[in-house]
Nanobody
Framework: QVQLLESGGGLVQAGGSLRLSCTAS??????????MAWYRQAPGKQRELVAL???????KYADSVKARFTISRDNVKDTVYLQMSSLKPEDTAVYYC?????????????WGQGTQVTVSS
């Protein structure tokens, strides 16, 4: 019922910046999106939470990106952004958008297809 479309990935030199965006398309239904987040998965590593923002604006970051990345959200457009600065080679990963739908009796989550971020040294 919800489609997540990501954009903004690419190749950047160490110390550079990228901005990721993800829009939740809800179709004709009045779906309420609760949490939105960015995860990433590097080669040989497990998928990890990068940053999360809930519908009330509460935010949490992974320790490895705190002070370098900023997550923000436009509730009208159902869009979440990840501004990434001072990028390091270890930030190289596939970045996935995540959204959780509000429902009174169920937990419904959605994932984007992933966008590649590559940071060269």
């Amino acid at each position: 019922q919800v489609q997540l479309l990501e954009s903004g990935g690419g190749l950047v030199q160490a110390g550079g910046s990228l901005r990721l965006s993800c829009t939740a398309s809800k179709g004709p239904f009045n779906i309420i999106i609760k949490d939105m987040a960015w995860y990433r998965q590097a080669p040989g590593k497990q998928r990890e939470l990068v940053a999360l923002i809930n519908s009330g604006g509460s935010i949490k970051y992974a320790d490895s990106v705190k002070a370098r990345f900023t997550i923000s959200r436009d509730n009208v457009k159902d869009t979440v952004y990840l501004q990434m600065s001072s990028l390091k080679p270890e930030d190289t990963a596939v970045y996935y958008c995540y959204a959780e739908q509000y429902h009174p009796v169920a937990t419904l989550v959605y994932w984007g297809q992933g966008t590649q971020v590559t940071v060269s040294s």
